[in-house]
């Protein structure tokens, strides 16, 4: 099954208004750096790079253009609704995050645990 991350790709790629969804994903807080899967960063990033044109503001490129700078692109069916979605990647951020800063802690308690204990 396809990841959180790829469904909320596809879902933002494949509605009737692309560039509306994205505007809603961006105003639900979703950024390129939440996201866990390498390719969908780069994707994401690259989306948002050309709906930022200044000469053609506010589009979304094509699937068909998407293929042509990612070939290894496949888009996955969303089994959730768009909102959740939007939650599960900011849920996996919030969690990567935090077993980086736990692991970071727990590894600390050996060499410096005043230090960990003021973090």
Known sequence: MAS???QL???VLTDENPSAR?????????TYNQFGSPEVKAIWSR???HYERLNNYGHIP???TLAEWYPSLELAKPVENFDDLCEKVKDGYMRR???KYLTEAITGLHTDPAAVAAT
Request: glycine fraction near 4%; avoid cysteine; hydrophobic fraction near 45%.
């Open 97 to 99: 995050r935090l077993d």
């Open 22 to 30: 994205f505007e809603r994903a961006e105003r639900a807080g979703i």
């Open 4 to 6: 959180w991350d790829h």
């Open 47 to 49: 989306v948002k790079t």
């Open 62 to 64: 094509s699937v068909q």
């Open 9 to 11: 790709l596809a879902a």
